[in-house]
C-alpha cells in the first residue's frame, strides 16, 4: 500500500521569498512516481511537477523543484520567488509504475498563502 | 480535446435519485481516473481505467457506485440511490498511460438533499 504524509499547518511566505513544502511518502514498490499538484480557491487541480524514482537529478519546472531524498522517502515542493497567485492548497501524490496498480495517491495536502 | 472535460459542472440531486457524471478525457488519453475529493481534504481514489477495462475498482465506497467507459474514451460514474453522504466534488483525470502525469477535469460538484 502507498501513503502519503503532509503534516505541515498552513504555510505563510513573504512575497519573492522561497517555500518548501514537505512530502514524506511509503511505499514498498521499486518503481514509482512523485506529483504535486495545486489546487487555487478555483477548484481546479494544476500539474506541476513529477519525479521519477530513478531519476538522478531532482525535477525542476520554472520556479518548482522537487527536493526528492530517495532515502528518507521525502519528495519536498521548492518553490522560488513566492508570488502571490502561488496561495493555493498543494497535494503531493505517488504512484506505482506497475502498470496495473498506477492509481495516484494523494496526501492531505497543504495550504500556503503568500503575503505582500 | 484540449483538457479533461467534466459534466455537469454542479449537480443538486434529491436522495434516492440516481445521477450520472460524466468525463470526457484528452483526446488519445489511455488512462481514465476517478476520485471524490471532500471540502479540505486530498482526492481519494475511486476506480480507473485503461482503455475500456476497468482495472482497479478497489476505492468505489460500495455497490451504488459503478463506472464504465465502453468505447475506451468518454466515461461514466453513475450512484444509484444517493444518500447525503455522498455530496462532494468528484473528479476525474486522464494521462497518456500509467507512467505519465494525469490531468485533472473541473470537477462536478454534488449535493445530496
Known amino acids: 500500500a502507498q501513503k502519503i504524509t503532509q503534516t505541515q499547518p498552513g504555510m505563510f511566505v513573504q512575497e519573492k521569498e522561497a517555500v518548501t513544502l514537505d512530502c514524506t511518502y511509503d511505499?514498498?514498490?521499486?518503481?514509482?512516481?512523485l506529483f504535486w499538484y495545486k489546487q487555487p480557491s478555483s477548484g481546479e487541480m494544476i500539474f506541476l511537477i513529477y519525479?521519477?524514482?530513478?531519476?538522478?537529478q531532482n525535477a525542476t519546472e520554472g520556479r518548482y523543484s522537487l527536493n526528492f531524498q530517495k532515502a528518507r522517502k521525502s519528495a519536498n515542493l521548492v518553490i522560488s520567488a513566492s508570488q502571490l497567485g502561488d496561495s493555493a492548497m498543494y497535494f503531493c501524490?505517488?504512484?506505482?509504475?506497475?502498470?496495473?496498480?498506477?492509481?495516484?495517491?494523494f496526501g492531505k495536502g497543504i495550504t500556503l498563502s503568500v503575503r505582500p | 480535446g484540449a483538457g479533461v472535460s467534466q459534466s455537469p459542472r454542479y449537480k443538486v440531486t434529491k436522495r434516492g435519485q440516481d445521477v450520472a457524471l460524466r468525463c470526457d478525457p484528452i483526446s488519445g488519453h489511455v488512462s481514465l481516473y476517478w476520485y471524490r475529493q471532500a471540502l479540505g481534504q486530498g482526492p481519494e481514489f475511486l476506480t480507473y481505467f485503461n482503455y475500456e477495462a476497468q482495472q482497479d475498482k478497489s476505492g468505489l465506497p460500495n455497490d451504488r457506485f459503478s463506472a464504465e467507459r465502453p468505447e475506451g474514451s468518454i466515461s461514466t460514474l453513475t450512484i444509484q440511490r444517493t444518500e447525503q453522504r455522498d455530496s462532494a466534488m468528484y473528479r476525474c483525470a486522464s494521462s497518456l498511460g500509467t507512467a505519465s502525469e494525469a490531468f485533472f477535469g473541473q470537477g462536478t460538484r454534488l449535493t445530496v438533499v
Open positions: 511505499t514498498s514498490d521499486q518503481s514509482y512516481g
Open positions: 519525479q521519477g524514482s530513478y531519476d538522478e
Open positions: 501524490a505517488m504512484r506505482a509504475d506497475t502498470g496495473a496498480n498506477s492509481k495516484l495517491t
